[in-house]
């Protein structure tokens, strides 16, 4: 399966994007290497990722960070478990589950920007999303798929 990908993930631009170095993520979905790419048109980041029959284009972004090399996050496109909007953004980083599906899986929380809701999401071979609760007393704690209406 070959697939060619051109152009960016953030605007319109379809040309050649900027090519940079390979750069380690703190949420890879793969343990494979993450080309950086950077668009002309908007300068945002993307990372191609090389497996081993195609690449993959992801959106990134970068956190940088005082005297240290920057963080570079994936956006993975996440559809949002609550109301199937495709228009979500990474917005917590290795997060806390209480009740993860295998303590192998790593979620990273999405917030959906039309129904304001949290997702989870897990990459581990496949992007999976689940609804997400923030704990009401540890907000540092997220629940997987909790029920429609939260007890009051
Ligand atoms: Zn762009
Ligand atoms: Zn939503």
């Not at 290497?33 to 191609?48: F, I, M, S, V, W």
């Amino acid at each position: 399966m070959t697939e060619t990908i051109t152009g960016c993930l953030w605007c319109s631009y379809r040309g050649p994007l900027l090519a940079g170095e390979t750069v380690s993520v703190v949420n890879p979905q793969v343990s494979l290497a993450h080309e950086l790419r950077r668009c002309p048109e908007c300068g945002e980041a993307l990372l191609d990722v090389r497996w081993p029959d195609r690449v993959v284009r992801r959106k990134a972004r970068e956190h940088t960070r005082r005297f240290r090399k920057s963080l570079w996050v994936v956006v993975y496109p996440v559809p949002c478990a609550w109301c199937g909007s495709t228009d979500t953004e990474a917005y917590e980083i290795n997060a806390t589950i209480a009740n993860p599906i295998s303590e192998r899986f790593k979620y990273d929380i999405y917030r959906c920007r039309t129904c304001q809701r949290p997702n989870a999401a897990s990459y581990l071979g496949e992007i999976h999303v689940h609804r997400a609760d923030q704990d009401r007393e540890y907000t540092a704690l997220w629940h997987l798929d909790p029920p429609e209406e939260p007890p009051a």
